[in-house]
């Protein structure tokens, strides 16, 4: 049974990806925050910014305050799951449980070229961008409609990249529109 696939960041890309594969597979995808044309100068800021992310805290609130201070719009009980669970205590430091080459290899495969897939996809699909994202810019997002003006797209409002934690009412909308659009009016 086809199913709706919901992707943020990596995951939205592995989402359009998936759907460009295996369109069979799939009701709908909304892809959040990621997209084809992303700037080379953005993501190299991106790896600069994981790489610096290696590093060790003396104590979980000074893990938390790092956490907001790098993602200002956050809300505080995401900045407290994400240090809870995103980092470990270990010889008298925190540290973030997350490979750093392993986060380094990430960001250079984000590098690869997404828009042939985005071309082929066939199955419903959503592109959302934080309206203040750091990482899809207007001009990304802009491309990305131009090469596929049938696909949906919306801009979140007072969200940076982190947007299902940021505005997870408006995420949550619109993944509620696009399964009443598709089971309502079945394309297959």
Known sequence: ?????????????NSLTAAAQFPELFAGIV???????????????????????DRAF???????????????????SAVVRRAEFGYEFSEGKFRA???????RQTVEGLRADLSQDVAAITVPTVMVRGELSTLVSEQAFSATQALRPDLNYVVVPDADHYVPEEQPRAIASIITELIE????????
Not at 97 to 103: I, P, R, V
Request: charged letters at 25%; aromatic letters at 8%.
């Open 97 to 103: 449980l997350a490979d750093a080459d392993a986060m």
């Open 1 to 13: 049974m086809p199913v709706f696939l919901v992707g943020h960041s990596l995951g939205a890309r």
């Open 31 to 53: 892809a959040i925050d990621f997209c084809p044309f992303i700037e080379a100068a953005v993501l190299d800021r991106l790896e600069d910014r994981v790489l610096g992310g």
């Open 181 to 188: 659009r598709v089971t309502s009016h079945p394309q297959r």
């Open 58 to 76: 003396e104590s979980l609130a000074d893990v938390e305050a790092y956490i907001q201070d790098r993602y200002p719009l956050m809300p505080g």
